[in-house]
Structure formats: structure tokens, C-alpha cells
């Protein structure tokens, strides 16, 4: 999908606001000042996803989704590095990580990384829905670690049959003694992706 200017800064604006808040509670959850840069945004064709997302395809990653549905449905990906989740991993929950066996520890890791996601995905989203005027209902959230091939063609199967397009955000987390890159992903079949468009389109001209 092309977008002029216009819709591009609405969409990055967009973005912006519902990242920001997403940092904020991400700030209190780990007790640490979080800067966020603004966020980079691109509409894409599913299949140009993995090469848009600009990662390297063998390496791993930490990738937490939820599905959300109202107006709009489709799934929001957040994506960090592994190395990345681990750091934030390491932030919350801290000294209990210290002795723990390696099952316990995977354990933990994944515990922290989805409730990480949940609030990230979630306060963005819920923002996201609110300035465009859509009900969003939210899923549990769900964890899958590996290389990005295999992340997206789990989600490929999951909307298998449907054209899809994918909405990319992407930003950098910057924290007192750690610096992390996340990107966050939203897959939309084509119709509710013109249903954003069409909420975007209603917003800029009530400016």
C-alpha cells in the first residue's frame, strides 16, 4: 500500500503516542527511565516482511504476539534480539534468576518476556484504538523464540488463505545502562488494513 505524506506522519504519530506510553509502563515496570526514539513506520505486503524487519534471518529472536479484534483484527508481533529480551529479562526479574537450572530459567524467561510483550502490545494498541475511535479486544499473549523465517511462518500458518499486509513499526528502547532495539508488527488482512486507513483518513480530517 502506498502512502502519501500525510498519511505516513498520521501513521507515525500514531505510533509515537501509543509506543510512548507503551515505554512508560515499561519505565515503571523495571524501575528505570526509558527513551524512546521516534518511531520508524512502513506499510508492507506480507511477503516483503521478513526482509523489511532488516534481520538477520539466522539469527534468534524473542518474539511475543497477541491477537486483537473490533473494528480492525488482526496479530501485533513484538520482536527484540535475543540478546536484547535478555537484557530486559535480566532488568525485571533480577536476583531470581541467579542459581536457577537451565529449564527454570527458560522458565523465567519466558514468563518475563510475555508479560513484558503484554504490556507493551497492549498500552500501544489501547492508544492506537482510542485516537483512531476503534474497540480493540486483546488475546493472551504468546511466546515463540527463533530465527525470523520460522516466527513468520508460524503466523503465516495462522492466516493461511487470507492476503495480508503488514504495518512495521520500529524503534529503539534506551535505558540508563542498556540501550534495546524492538520492532513491533501488526498483521492485517488487506480489508482491516483499509479500515485503519479509512479511521486515519476520518482523524485527519477532523484536524
Given at each position: 500500500m502506498e502512502l502519501d505524506e500525510l498519511e505516513r506522519d498520521a501513521l507515525r504519530e500514531l505510533a509515537n503516542v501509543g509506543l510512548s506510553r507503551a515505554a512508560t509502563q515499561l519505565s515503571e515496570l523495571l524501575n528505570d527511565h526509558i527513551e524512546m526514539t521516534v518511531p520508524l513506520v512502513q506499510v508492507v505486503p506480507y511477503d516483503q516482511v521478513t526482509q523489511a524487519l532488516q534481520l538477520d534471518p539466522h539469527a534468534m529472536v524473542a518474539a511475543v504476539w497477541q491477537s486483537f479484534s473490533g473494528q480492525?483484527?488482526?496479530?501485533?508481533?513484538?520482536?527484540?534480539?535475543?540478546?536484547?529480551?535478555?537484557?530486559?529479562?535480566?532488568?525485571?526479574?533480577?536476583?531470581?534468576?541467579?542459581?536457577?537450572?537451565?529449564?527454570?530459567?527458560?522458565?523465567?524467561?519466558?514468563?518475563?518476556?510475555?508479560?513484558?510483550?503484554n504490556i507493551i502490545i497492549t498500552s500501544g494498541m489501547a492508544v492506537i484504538a482510542d485516537m483512531l475511535g476503534q474497540e480493540v479486544r486483546m488475546s493472551l499473549p504468546g511466546y515463540m523464540e527463533g530465527n525470523l523465517p520460522d516466527i513468520m511462518?508460524?503466523?503465516?500458518?495462522?492466516?493461511?488463505?487470507r492476503e495480508m499486509q503488514a504495518i512495521i513499526m520500529f524503534t529503539h528502547l534506551k535505558a540508563a545502562q542498556r540501550e534495546i532495539e524492538g520492532r513491533m508488527v501488526m498483521l492485517m488482512s488487506v480489508d482491516s488494513v483499509q479500515v485503519l486507513f479509512d479511521r486515519l483518513h476520518k482523524l485527519l480530517r477532523s484536524l
Open positions: 480492525s483484527e488482526g496479530t501485533s508481533i513484538l520482536m527484540f534480539p535475543s540478546e536484547d529480551s535478555k537484557r530486559l529479562v535480566r532488568a525485571l526479574v533480577g536476583p531470581s534468576m541467579l542459581g536457577a537450572g537451565e529449564d527454570d530459567l527458560r522458565g523465567i524467561e519466558h514468563e518475563a518476556m510475555m508479560e513484558i510483550g511462518e508460524q503466523r503465516n500458518r495462522d492466516n493461511a488463505g
